[in-house]
Structure formats: structure tokens, C-alpha cells
């Protein structure tokens, strides 16, 4: 079964300090990982994605996301928050069946300055 | 291009009620799908539809239809509306290389929409 785990409800960082919001995938198959943001009263925002090649992946706003095959953990990283980063977070997987998405249950971001 | 757009933004229903959930994309995608959002689930997949006339079921099918008539327009029919249906509703679209086209899959990004806000009393 296709399934992603964020174990942490909520991340409080200070400005100015990195970041890392958790994120580990069950799936069969090769992944496809994504991660999201979503602000308050909005739609999700794409964030960044991997699909094959270097385990490092850069997305928009200096995140970054570090896949790790034999952890099955694709955790998102930021080397230095800024307030505006505080929203909500979200991993996703792509299954199997290629059509379905599975998403995590999502990390609320606290940046505080 | 306007991206997804859903409406309305918010609804307020009695249980026992009918209503649709618009959702139309300007960006050509073949894929579209339907989403609901609950405070400590995530998001979780209602239906999605790879293409006009194709529909699927995701993972929280019930009490919800689809279909789809063109490649704009994904709409949702909740046909007897339950207080378990309150939620937040995503529309999202995307290209897609499915196995049922018969292209390799490249993990192709979803664009969503704003959402709908829906309270069923």
C-alpha cells in the first residue's frame, strides 16, 4: 500500500536558523515525491519534486529536499528560514497506480522572528 | 490562464441536500482530481478522471460523483449531503502520462485550486 508519514504535527523555528520538516514514504515501486506548501485560506502550491537522479532536490524558494532510498525519507530543508516560510507543509507520493496521489498529513511551519 | 478555478468559495447545507462543486482548468491537462481536506488528515483523494469520459474512484469515493464531459470541466455532485461531508474541497489538474495512455510516467506536477469551504448542518 502507497502511504507517507510526517510524524511531526508542528516545526517552530527562529528566523535566521535551517530548517527540516520530516516526511517518510511507503510505495512500490520507484517514487515520485513531492512536497507542497499551502497558506492559510489558499490552494497548495508546488514546492519541489523527485522523480529520478540526484538524491538533492532544489525547488522555489531556497527549499530543498533530500531523498534517501534506504531511510525511504524525502525530508524538505531550508538553510535559513525567513518568517514568511510559516504555512503549511505537505509530502505527497505518487503510487503505483500513477493516477493516485497520496499525501501526507501535513507539518504546520512556525517561524518565529 | 486563470490555472483551476473552483466555485463557490463557500456553501452552507442541510443535510439530506444536493449540490455541485464546480471545477474547470484553461491548461489542457488530461488529469484533473478531487481532493478533501480534514484538519490532521491531509488531503485525501475523493475521484479523479485521466482524460473526457474516464473516471475513477480514489480513496474516499462515497457519497460523491463525477464526471467528465470535456477536459475543462471536473465537477462534484454531492447527492445527499451528510455532516461528514464538511470539509474543504481541492480541485487539481495536471498533465498525465498514465498506463492506461501508454506513456512513461514523468511524476507531473498538480496545480490546485483555491478550494471550497463546505458545512453541512
Known amino acids: 500500500a502507497q502511504s507517507v508519514a510526517q510524524p511531526e504535527d508542528q516545526v517552530n523555528v527562529a528566523e535566521g536558523n535551517p530548517l527540516t520538516v520530516k516526511c517518510t514514504y511507503s510505495?512500490?515501486?520507484?517514487?515520485?515525491l513531492f512536497w507542497y506548501v499551502q497558506y492559510p485560506n489558499r490552494g497548495l502550491q508546488f514546492l519541489l519534486k523527485?522523480?529520478?537522479?540526484?538524491?538533492l532536490v532544489k525547488g522555489s524558494y531556497g527549499f530543498e529536499a533530500e531523498f534517501n532510498k534506504s531511510q525511504t525519507s524525502f525530508h524538505l530543508k531550508k538553510p535559513s528560514a525567513l518568517v514568511s516560510d510559516s504555512a503549511l507543509y505537505f509530502c505527497?507520493?505518487?503510487?503505483?497506480?500513477?493516477?493516485?496521489?497520496?499525501f501526507g498529513s501535513g507539518t504546520k511551519l512556525n517561524v518565529k522572528p | 490562464n486563470a490555472g483551476v478555478t473552483q466555485t463557490p468559495k463557500f456553501q452552507v447545507l442541510k443535510t439530506g441536500q444536493s449540490m455541485t462543486l464546480q471545477c474547470a482548468q484553461d491548461?489542457?491537462?488530461?488529469?484533473m482530481s478531487w481532493y478533501r481536506q480534514d484538519p490532521g488528515m491531509g488531503l485525501r483523494l475523493i475521484h479523479y478522471?485521466?482524460?473526457?469520459?474516464?473516471?475513477d474512484q480514489g480513496e474516499v469515493p462515497n457519497g460523491y460523483n463525477v464526471s467528465r464531459s470535456t477536459t475543462e470541466d471536473f465537477p462534484l455532485r454531492l447527492l445527499s449531503a451528510a455532516p461528514s461531508q464538511t470539509s474543504v474541497y481541492f480541485c487539481?489538474?495536471?498533465?498525465?502520462?498514465?498506463?492506461?495512455?501508454?506513456?512513461?510516467?514523468?511524476?507531473?506536477?498538480?496545480?490546485f485550486g483555491p478550494g471550497t469551504r463546505l458545512t453541512v448542518l
Open positions: 487539481a489538474s495536471s498533465t498525465q502520462n498514465s498506463k492506461t495512455s501508454g506513456r512513461a510516467p514523468t511524476g507531473d506536477t498538480q496545480y
Open positions: 510505495v512500490s515501486g520507484n517514487p515520485y
Open positions: 523527485y522523480i529520478t537522479g540526484d538524491n
Open positions: 505527497a507520493v505518487r503510487g503505483y497506480n500513477f493516477n493516485k496521489f497520496y
Open positions: 491548461m489542457n491537462h488530461e488529469y
Open positions: 478522471s485521466v482524460g473526457a469520459g474516464i473516471t
